[in-house]
């Protein structure tokens, strides 16, 4: 058996600058399915974070408590969360193109629901719904994936990941200005409604646009599309215990809907039987699809680091649930906390969320260029945790300009961190991708249900505090992260049995071979 060796560090930093360079204005169908995708992408972000901007108008508009309007941003994260485990599957079965398309025209249903709401109970419902539009982030990983190498995919994924979030950002600045433009007290219904019919309108056009794979590459699709396959038996139980945080974030959103009133004492057993319900079949559906893992009998060829995917969804539940967390609950900090106007205090908060441009495309990069991915996630981790400590010290005496500054600079590590996490999640297993992504992508919802539903029970500087001992955690566990192999631009494969491993100098998997399959 021969091996290929490829050097790691054999592209300089310099390299890896052109390669950024390349990878966003080079003219090809890798370039245009790109930037077709991120729009795609910061489409289904501007529909789902449409609420945030408008939060208290729409609290004075319908006479809501800070408790309701809470509820409400939380029902914003709610469906997210298994919408992004099926979405998962889904796209691994079905391919991105389709599994785009649909996510992009249904959003036009759920923001019209959203738009002519007239009862705090049909603003619940409509959240729910707008809520699975948040799973569209999923998609693109995988076709991004597709399109590029592996020596690129981090700066790839970061442009997709970085300019597609900032779709966020767009929707916290951009709506309440068109609100103004078309004026009276139902703007925020025709600006809210009028987002989720361009991004349907645009799904369409997405779909005649963009193919699953480069010409002639077939679409690796997974035998199940029911549950991510593991490579042993400790693997699937680990992969129930996943589960399970996921399951309790779903349930503290029920809780919250009886809390507002929403549902009765019945109505939120019956909510939480069928939380548990989602959770027994999704663990049966693991145990079923896993059989030869369960026996430890997985092909060598379709082993990989299942650690690792724990390791990135605790990693994403920090860097993107404190993002979600922030972008939903900012606004309102600042109105509240500076007395600014509703335009002011959402472009103050939207520092949390603008940097996505530049800052999570360059935590793809450097997790390209640096010689540790594992470490450099780490380190980004720490800085984060550091930031919200120093958040947790902000009081309404500080300058408003000194609030915004210390925003921005946690913001900057959350964003790099995101570019990260998903620069190595396409690496764990490529032909899984979706489903992990899934798993990955429904962790940082759950961290922002978690994170959002701390600020029930304290202030927000503790509230920050725990959003830093959370990222503190999560770099401690980051030691368990079993480093990607590297490859040259382009995939350097060895001839002969596709299973033969590919040696790599410089940045070893376990035992300091990958499989040539995993690239």
Known sequence: MTTTTVDA??????????????????????????????????????????????????????????????????????????????????????????????????????????????????????????????????????????????????????????????????????????AALIGGPDA??????????????????????????????????????????????????????????????LGVIVWRIRVAGVIDQAGLLAGLAFVAVLLGLQCTAIWRTNGAARANAVPAAEQYPFRSVVVLSVAYACTFGSELAAVSFLPEYFERTWGLSEMAAGAAAAGFAVLNLVSRPMGGMLSDVVASRRRWLSTLLAGLSLGFVALSTVSGDWPVAAAFGLVVVTSLFAQLGNGAVYAIVPLVNKRASGQIAGMVGAYGNAGGIAFLATLLFASTGVGFLVMAGAAALAMVAGRWLVEPARGPAGVVAPAGDPTEPVAIAGGPAEGGTVPAWAG
């Open 188 to 249: 925020w219904r025709w600006a809210t409604g009028g987002v989720g019919v361009a991004a349907a309108l645009y799904g369409l056009a997405y779909y005649r646009a963009v193919d699953d794979t480069p010409a002639g590459v077939p679409f690796e699709r997974t035998r199940s599309a029911t549950a991510l396959q593991v490579p042993d038996r400790r693997s699937v139980f680990g992969l129930m215990a996943l589960s399970v945080p996921l399951a309790m974030a």
């Open 9 to 178: 560090s054999a592209l300089s930093p310099a390299a890896h600058v052109r390669t950024l360079a390349r990878t966003m204005f080079r003219r090809g169908p890798a370039q245009r399915t790109l930037h077709l995708t991120w729009f795609a992408f910061f489409c289904t972000f501007v529909v789902w974070f449409g609420f945030a901007p408008f939060a208290t108008t729409i609290g004075r508009q319908f006479d809501l408590t800070k408790g309701q309007l809470v509820t409400l941003g939380l029902c914003n994260l709610a469906l997210t969360i298994p919408a992004r485990l099926v979405v998962g599957t889904l796209l691994d079965r079905f391919g991105p193109r389709r599994t785009f398309t649909g996510i992009l025209v249904y959003s036009a249903g759920a923001s019209l629901l959203f738009a002519t709401a007239q009862t705090f109970e049909m603003l619940v419902v409509s959240r729910l719904a707008v809520s699975v539009v948040g799973a569209g982030f999923v998609v693109g990983i995988r076709m991004v994936a597709e399109w590029f190498p592996r020596s690129e995919l981090g700066t790839a994924e970061g442009i997709y990941g970085g300019w597609g979030n900032f779709g966020a950002a767009a929707a916290t600045l951009g709506l309440p200005p068109l």
